[in-house]
């Protein structure tokens, strides 16, 4: 009772300034967290999380020595976690850097039409898989993945079933890297992407598909893989991989990734039936009556 009644004399005295440093915060807070949300990050958030808990227990049970060095440990923690977690820190900053202010505070442009875009690289991969040719196409969302950009060729060529072949032709000199699609466009090819470490992939994958599986997990990038020794078709999102897909399956799948807006259409449209069914259905009792 004592606790609410403190709170509540110290909302009395706060000000309409205190108020709006409040809401900036948290409006701040649930937009950033969001866009940092990846398994680089969620390692250090464990790692900073699990230090706390240890150093609160060894408090609790009077561990001295246990205690003292992790006092000591703290006391250089921010430079420890530089050290021990750089590699992480700066795909943070740079997917942080690469996000435009605009879908920061809600405001984007209109989405550009996805719908041929995904058609178009559907068909090649379909092409591709049965000529059994390796193919790495990352399609970038919120991340601008300039790191990653300028390790390649820039293209800035509309998304075609012919270039997207010629672009991974064996002879080719680009078709050993990734291609990058960014706003609906070809931005570059022959780019080197990050490989992924983690044990839970299959022993039978090679460099494309781990460099795939890596670019989804340092960024929020969908990446279609196209193996060059059986031609099946896989998609990496979030550090997950989905393989052998059938075309129409992954022409599904990434309608669901890239065209988040579908849904809203949908909705609306169906909105709109509904008034003008409303609408006729008032003009019909008007018309009896």
């Not at 672009?167 to 570059?188: C, Q, T």
Request: glycine fraction near 6%; charge should be neutral.
């Amino acid at each position: 009772m004592e606790a609410i009644q403190n709170l509540l004399q110290q909302l009395t005295r706060m000000q309409w300034s205190d108020y709006l440093d409040i809401a900036v915060v948290a409006f701040l807070i649930y937009k950033i967290l969001p866009l940092i949300k990846t398994p680089s990050t969620t390692r250090i958030a464990k790692a900073v999380v699990a230090v706390l808990v240890i150093a609160w227990l060894t408090n609790e049970l009077n561990l001295y020595t246990l205690s003292f060095i992790l006092n000591q440990f703290l006391a250089v923690g921010l430079l420890a976690l530089v050290v021990l977690f750089q590699p992480e820190l700066r795909r943070m900053l740079d997917h942080l850097g690469s996000v435009k202010l605009t879908s920061l505070f809600g405001v984007s442009k209109p989405v550009q039409e996805m719908d041929a875009v995904i058609t178009q690289t559907v068909r090649a991969c379909e092409a591709m898989g049965r000529e059994k040719v390796g193919a790495l196409i990352v399609f970038a969302r919120e991340q601008r993945l300039e790191e990653y950009f300028k390790t390649g060729t820039q293209i800035d060529g509309q998304v075609s079933e012919q270039l997207i072949r010629n672009i991974f032709f064996k002879n080719s000199p680009l078709h050993d890297g990734a291609m990058i699609v960014r706003d609906g466009r070809i931005a570059a090819a022959g780019c080197v992407l990050p490989l992924s470490d983690s044990s839970r992939l299959s022993s039978d994958l090679g460099t494309r598909h781990r460099a795939g599986v890596g670019m989804s997990e340092a960024s929020d990038a969908v990446v279609v893989i196209v193996s060059e020794e059986t031609g099946t078709i896989s998609v990496a999102v979030g550090g997950m991989l989905k393989r052998h897909l059938a075309p129409q399956t992954l022409d599904k799948l990434l309608r669901n990734e890239l065209c988040p807006t579908d849904a809203d259409e949908s909705k609306q449209s169906l909105a709109i039936r509904l008034k003008q069914k409303l609408h006729t259905r008032k003009e019909a009792d008007s018309h009896e009556k």
